[in-house]
């Protein structure tokens, strides 16, 4: 009977250990209305636990510092170039025990964050559909001002997605805004996987900041940077002779508007 137990024992152990990693396509283009921006690589890596995902980091892409890697349409042209990624790239790490994300984001530089794990309250829709190998569920909810469409499998049951997406009963493969602002799309998973990837905290460079900023600090850090843009705009109006310019909308700048 001992034995019996010590066996059940590793098992279990072995089951919980589990890691699995999902590779994803991410498409960032705000203001844009479609998913006009940046196709960059993406991956979330995770256990029973813990997650972590990555995005606009230099060993994901094979693209020159120097060389476009986007151009807009007719109506509206874009370019973005290699610099939109970095060493350790846009990063989300999620402690399940803990309850909490912490996370990196270019913001005129590299800020990071810290916050209680935000509550989406998702509508779990009929509608499926095949992604991939697994059968996908839909399920809708808002987050920070805006409505998403998120579809997850409950093949692998854990509450987790790339981003800081989260909270349903499967993994999200693919999620986006109304307007595709936000679009996040499935390349491959594996669970369990043998791929080493570390679940780790937000990496940051030696020079960087060691404490974490608020939810709050950040929000307030894109209303300043969008009243600063605005009066630049005024300026320049005026410097030209032309009439005060529409002041832009928050929710249409910025993929988080907290609205």
Same mark, same amino acid.
């Given at each position: 009977?001992?034995?019996?137990?010590?066996?059940?024992?590793?098992?279990?152990?072995?089951?919980?250990?589990?890691?699995?990693?999902?590779?994803?396509?991410?498409?960032?283009?705000?203001?844009?209305?479609?998913?006009?921006?940046?196709?960059?690589?993406?991956?979330?890596?995770?256990?029973?636990?813990?997650s972590?995902?990555?995005?606009?980091?230099?060993?994901?892409?094979e693209?020159?510092?120097?060389?476009?890697i986007?151009?807009?349409?007719?109506?509206?042209?874009?370019?973005?170039?290699?610099?939109?990624?970095?060493?350790?790239?846009?990063?989300?790490?999620?402690?399940?025990?803990?309850?909490?994300?912490?996370?990196?984001q270019?913001?005129?530089?590299?800020?990071?964050?810290?916050?209680?794990? +935000?509550?989406?309250? $998702? !509508? %779990? /829709?009929?509608?499926?559909?095949? #992604?991939?190998?697994?059968?996908?569920? &839909?399920?809708?909810?808002?987050?920070?001002?805006?409505?998403?469409?998120?579809?997850?499998?409950?093949?692998?049951?854990? +509450?987790?997605?790339? $981003? !800081? %997406? /989260?909270?349903?009963?499967?993994? #999200?493969?693919?999620?986006?805004?109304? &307007?595709?602002?936000?679009?996040?799309?499935?390349?491959?998973?594996e669970?369990?996987?043998?791929?080493?990837?570390?679940?780790?905290?937000?990496?940051?460079l030696?020079?960087?900041?060691?404490?974490?900023?608020?939810?709050?600090?950040?929000?307030?850090?894109?209303?300043?940077?969008?009243?600063?843009?605005?009066?630049?705009?005024?300026?320049?109006?005026?410097?030209?002779?032309?009439?005060?310019?529409?002041?832009?909308?928050?929710?249409?700048?910025?993929?988080?508007?907290?609205?």
């Amino acid at each position: 009977m001992n034995y019996l137990i010590v066996i059940l024992f590793f098992i279990q152990g072995t089951t919980y250990a589990q890691k699995g990693i999902v590779y994803y396509g991410e498409i960032k283009s705000p203001g844009m209305r479609s998913a006009d921006g940046p196709d960059l690589n993406s991956f979330l890596v995770f256990d029973e636990d813990r997650s972590y995902y990555v995005t606009a980091k230099d060993s994901l892409e094979e693209i020159p510092k120097t060389q476009a890697i986007y151009q807009g349409s007719n109506e509206q042209q874009v370019v973005y170039t290699g610099d939109k990624t970095s060493r350790y790239g846009e990063q989300v790490y999620f402690n399940r025990v803990q309850d909490s994300l912490w996370w990196s984001q270019r913001f005129g530089g590299n800020i990071y964050i810290a916050e209680k794990r +935000p509550e989406i309250d $998702w !509508k %779990l /829709q009929p509608e499926s559909k095949k #992604i991939g190998n697994f059968k996908a569920h &839909k399920a809708t909810g808002k987050f920070r001002g805006r409505e998403y469409t998120a579809w997850y499998t409950v093949e692998v049951p854990l +509450p987790y997605g790339p $981003w !800081k %997406l /989260q909270g349903l009963p499967g993994i #999200i493969l693919e999620a986006y805004d109304e &307007k595709k602002e936000m679009y996040l799309y499935f390349k491959s998973l594996e669970y369990p996987t043998k791929n080493k990837t570390k679940i780790t905290q937000v990496k940051r460079l030696e020079s960087a900041d060691k404490g974490w900023k608020t939810i709050d600090d950040f929000e307030n850090m894109l209303h300043k940077s969008l009243i600063k843009a605005y009066n630049g705009m005024v300026l320049r109006a005026e410097r030209n002779g032309k009439g005060k310019p529409e002041k832009p909308v928050f929710s249409e700048i910025y993929i988080e508007s907290f609205e």
